[in-house]
Nanobody, 116 residues
Framework: QVQLVESGGGLVEPGGSLRLSCAAS????????MSWYRQAPGKERELVAS????????NYVDSVKGRFTISRDYGKNLVYLQMNSLKPEDTAVYSC?????????WGQGTQVIVSS
């Protein structure tokens, strides 16, 4: 059974940092493109960052470039999103997704709130 479980969300002040984790199970992790998406209240879900396999080529939405870093640990079947210099507009539910061809799997999401 394929399962993705995110963790690491929470409340942080502007300028602070958080690291999100996404644990994958039930699949051959190295075969999948991994992505982080977010959805803010009243807005459409957007792709934040992605990382390929096996070369770990990364891609980011312009609004997070230079502040967020996506990475993956093949030994632990984990993908991370390091978020620095957080802004109130980063507030959203963050979800990870695995993609291989037509197959997509989603986690349940983790809430990030950036507020003073």
């Amino acid at each position: 059974q394929v399962q993705l479980v995110e963790s690491g969300g929470g409340l942080v002040e502007p300028g602070g940092s958080l690291r999100l984790s996404c644990a994958a199970s039930g699949v051959t992790f190295s075969s999948y493109l991994m992505s982080w998406y977010r959805q803010a209240p009243g807005k459409e879900r957007e792709l934040v960052a992605s990382i390929t396999s096996p070369r770990s080529i990364t891609n980011y939405v312009d609004s997070v470039k230079g502040r967020f870093t996506i990475s993956r640990d093949y030994g632990k079947n984990l993908v991370y999103l390091q978020m620095n210099s957080l802004k109130p507009e980063d507030t959203a539910v963050y979800s990870c997704k695995m993609t291989r061809g037509p197959a997509n799997y989603w986690g349940q999401g983790t809430q990030v709130i950036v507020s003073s």
